[in-house]
């Protein structure tokens, strides 16, 4: 399952949690309350524990910690799809539970002091705190939390997708809010309502400071008020924004908390251009860096700042341990040209990564060869034992290949490999319905020249992307390339608008429901899925099935590469690259516990100011 935006919920690559607790809180009703939630065999931190053990207990709150972002921002609204929301915006929010980074799939109460479903899951009442309260004083309430709900599946398709199993929210006591849902079973859904930012019922009621009434369906660059540790201090439109730690703020001493938000500031500034806020950091501007290209971490870093100590460089491997990655060029099957299968098969055999790696990326990268890279999920070799009895099941459904022949991308490097790759490129688009008249490649019916645009959100990724499509010129096809800005971009995405786009589909251990928004049948249509590829396949959908039940871990495995193998059969993407360790660089001036959490960097939750 993957996180929906939210404060606890907003790391690159997070984890999801569902239903098992081993210690309860009392309660004089039949409910039984548990004080965290996990898809493991038992939770690690009892009921009434003191921290995490990955956090510093005595960091100092201090100091204003200074970020930037690439693009701009036209909106403080949580809720919404449209408009490109601020960064840090769920600083001023909470959730109603908080996820453990030294876990997997696990999440322990914030808003919320307890949870509580019955055997056949076919509800969830989230328990809030008594001492929750806004920062205007007033209390946190199960009408709050409806609304947030109901709020957010209606103005957010994202939302609506996520959420689309539950039926409705409803108040079932003073602080008490119940969540029913239209299936039973589902394990996952107790733990992923638990993700969503709750948002003040009477403050989106009330007149705003233009002495309009507010309008939770539009875009708004008033300071948005919430329950969260942060307040928005000061910004400016589309280029900068601050937040504030408040002092006031009602669950500093939680023990999800305890810690955390050691910033007394975080400021951001925005870029138009990721080389130019690089250069910001460069400068001593900007506090703290992700580097995301491979050649600038190998030849940009012997500035004075690094020789002299003053910028600190790491690799870590923590947010992998627990993330599959699928890192693609993903060709638009809404598009008749990207529908034959065979078609999409030729783009990957113009794609020569070993060349591109050796020249672009000093060899830094690995090619992709599964929805779930890096993790025990990836499909390897043939199926075997419950896995192939998953498919047998489906033999009339999925390609023959899946039970004879093991994935593996084209291999080229050498000017005779890629030679061979072209040809069969060739080969491929002459099955598919086309042939090369002169030096084009055309629809041999038609005589239409087959051409598409690549849709990039970044220059960054026009120096992979510029060689293909010399390479694809070369059998006959015209590729463009497009870069356009943030806002653009995330619309254009949102509405299907493209031909191709490179992303990148993160995965947790557990998956669940959120695979039917990326490969499922009904998010085709659906605006704002992330269906990029216009996956509609009932072999697909059965899978998916199969994974969002699996009632243990040993269902869900062989559920899981069933699906992976079945996805990479149909070549609906080109698989790109991606690397095993994350790459930072920071002030001197920030520190972080000596032992970071397991499965993430704890950036920024857990580090602290000098």
Do not use: C
């Amino acid at each position: 399952m993957k996180m929906v935006p939210g404060r606890n919920v907003m790391k690159v690559l997070a984890v999801l949690a569902a239903i098992s607790s081993t210690a309860t809180i009392a309660s004089a009703e039949d409910k039984v309350w548990h004080h965290g939630v996990t898809l493991d065999d038992a939770l690690k931190y009892p009921q009434g524990f003191a921290r995490f053990d990955y956090v510093n207990p005595d960091a100092p709150k201090k100091g204003t910690l200074r970020l930037s972002q690439e693009g701009t921002y036209d909106t403080f609204n949580p809720v919404l799809a449209k408009g490109e929301a601020a960064a840090g915006v769920a600083l001023v929010f909470d959730t109603l539970l908080k996820s453990a980074d030294d876990e997997v799939s696990t999440s322990y109460g914030l808003l919320a002091e307890g949870v509580s479903w019955p055997d056949d899951v076919s509800e969830a009442t989230f328990r809030l705190r008594a001492e929750a309260k806004w920062a205007d004083g007033q209390p946190v309430t199960p009408e709050d939390v409806i609304f947030s709900f109901n709020k957010l599946k209606e103005h957010n398709p994202l939302y609506y997708n996520y959420y689309r199993h539950v039926t409705e929210a409803v108040k079932t006591g003073e602080r008490d809010v119940t969540f029913r849902f239209d299936e039973k079973n589902n394990r996952e859904l107790p733990q992923i309502l638990g993700q969503f930012s709750i948002i003040p019922k009477h403050w989106w009621e009330a007149t705003g400071a233009d002495g309009k009434p507010r309008d939770i369906s539009r875009t708004t660059l008033e300071p948005v008020m919430g329950s969260g540790p942060y307040k928005i201090a000061a910004f400016s439109a589309g280029s900068t924004i601050r937040y504030e730690r408040r002092e006031d703020y009602w669950g500093k001493d939680l023990p999800v908390n305890v810690g955390q938000n050691n910033f007394a500031a975080m400021a951001y500034t925005y870029f138009g251009d990721r080389d130019v806020e690089f250069e910001a950091f460069r400068a001593g501007n900007i506090d703290y860096w992700y580097e995301n290209l491979a050649a600038r971490w190998a030849t940009a870093y012997d500035f004075p700042a690094i020789k002299d100590g003053r910028v600190i460089r790491e690799e870590i491997e923590n947010p992998f341990r627990a993330t599959g990655v699928m890192q693609a060029l993903v060709p638009n099957m809404r598009r008749d040209k990207f529908k034959d299968e065979r078609v999409r098969e030729a783009l990957n055999y113009a794609f020569d990564f070993e060349e591109l790696n050796r020249t672009i990326a000093f060899s830094a990268y690995k090619r992709v060869d599964s929805y779930f890279w890096g993790t025990e999920l990836a499909s390897k070799g043939l199926p075997e034992g419950d896995e192939k009895a998953l498919l047998d099941g489906l033999k009339d459904k999925v390609p023959a290949e899946v039970f004879t022949t093991p994935y593996t991308n084209p291999v080229g490097g050498d000017p005779q490999k890629a030679r061979e790759n072209l040809r069969k490129a060739i080969g491929l688009m002459k099955e598919a319905g086309y042939e090369l008249k002169g030096n084009r490649m055309v629809n041999a019916r038609t005589g239409e020249p087959f051409t598409f645009e690549i849709l990039l959100s970044a220059a960054t990724f026009e120096r992979w992307m510029v060689p293909f499509s010399q390479n694809l010129r070369k059998i006959g096809i015209e590729a463009s390339i497009r870069t356009v800005d943030a806002s653009q971009y995330t619309n254009r995405v949102r509405s299907f608008d493209y031909d191709a786009i490179w992303t990148v589909w993160a995965e947790t251990l557990h998956p669940g429901n959120e695979q039917a928004d990326y490969w499922g049948s009904a998010a085709v249509k659906r605006e704002g899925s992330k269906n990029y590829a216009g996956i509609a396949d009932p072999a697909v959908d059965a899978l998916i099935e199969k994974i969002t039940y699996a009632q243990k871990r040993a269902d869900l495995i062989p559920a899981v590469h069933a699906l992976d193998r079945v996805l990479l059969a149909h070549d609906y993407v080109i698989p790109l690259f991606y690397g095993n360790t994350a790459r930072i660089a920071y002030s001197s001036q920030l520190a972080h516990p000596a032992e970071l959490p397991h499965y993430s960097t704890g950036f920024p939750d857990v580090w602290w100011a000098k």
